[in-house]
């Protein structure tokens, strides 16, 4: 099992990186939609299965991302700051039960497009903005990869204390330390080489513990829908994985702040 998904760790994670290397930002744009795409047909099957309702949520997915690039960016992000607020209580709050909201259909769905739409489009604006090297995108995608992992195997190796038991069971907090960890080392890390003077190493810690933080209320908010669902995975593309929503989740919640600081600091226009 470890082995396997190391392995497609490895293939998709280098495919993402040979694409936003050699592709233009459109191309960019392009291949995190389709990814997009794949994932809100997943959400779809955790709120209302059944094929015909995961085509039109997809469809209408797309539609509003669209219509996303027309919007101003501090908007999407903003509502998608808002969203994840709430998005907190539910995990923390009402843990394995649906509040009120959760349970109407209309709502579900909805929730999918906050978590979604805002992430394609604030990586698309980062794409955009350093269309040569996307290291803005890189910089996030490397936060959250490498908190998701420190998480992983720390939690494996010395966990001891449920972190959210009625949600998922199998983390913990000490997998959850060492998760932040990783992202406040990346954050750092990563502010003093891209030189983002406006942050400063000191900045960058901070933003990574955020990161970190955001990543984990994502995490949990997919395994609470998974648990709703009385389902294990969100789909089945990604060996050792799951579907593409279960490898994106923690990045969904870590976005809308990643553009928003970026804006805040003037990094991002």
């Not at 955009?128 to 720390?154: C, E, K, N, R």
């Not at 829908?225 to 009385?230: E, H, V």
Request: a positive charge; aromatic letters at 10%; glycine letters at 14%.
């Amino acid at each position: 099992m470890l082995k396997e998904r190391l392995l497609t760790a490895l293939v998709a994670g280098s495919a993402l990186l040979a694409g936003l290397m050699f592709l233009n930002p459109v191309g960019v744009g392009v291949l995190l939609g389709a990814v997009t795409l794949l994932a809100a047909f997943e959400w779809s099957s955790l709120t209302r299965p059944g094929t015909a309702a995961g085509l039109a949520f997809t469809l209408l997915t797309a539609v509003v991302g669209v219509v996303s690039l027309v919007l101003p960016l501090g908007f999407v992000v903003a509502a998608a700051l808002a969203w994840w607020a709430w998005a907190a209580g539910e995990v923390f709050v009402f843990r394995d039960r649906a509040s009120l909201l959760w349970r109407q259909a209309p709502i579900k769905w909805l929730a999918g497009l906050l978590i979604l739409v805002p992430t394609w489009r604030g990586c698309f604006a980062l794409v955009t903005q350093d269309p040569t090297h996307h290291d803005l995108l890189i910089w996030l995608f490397t936060m959250v990869w490498v908190g998701d992992s420190a998480a992983y195997f720390a939690g494996r190796a010395f966990g001891r204390h449920k972190l959210a038991p009625l949600v998922s069971p199998g983390k913990t907090v000490e997998g959850a330390v060492a998760g932040i960890a990783g992202a406040a080392v990346v954050g750092g890390t990563g502010a003093w080489w891209l030189g983002v003077l406006q942050l400063g190493m000191g900045g960058g810690v901070v933003l990574g513990v955020a990161i970190g933080m955001l990543s984990i209320v994502g995490d949990l908010l997919e395994s609470k829908a998974k648990r709703l669902a009385s389902v294990k995975d969100s789909g089945r593309w990604l060996p050792g994985h799951g579907g593409v929503l279960d490898r994106i989740d923690a990045l969904t919640a870590a976005v809308p702040l990643f553009v928003w600081t970026m804006r805040d600091l003037g990094v991002l226009r």
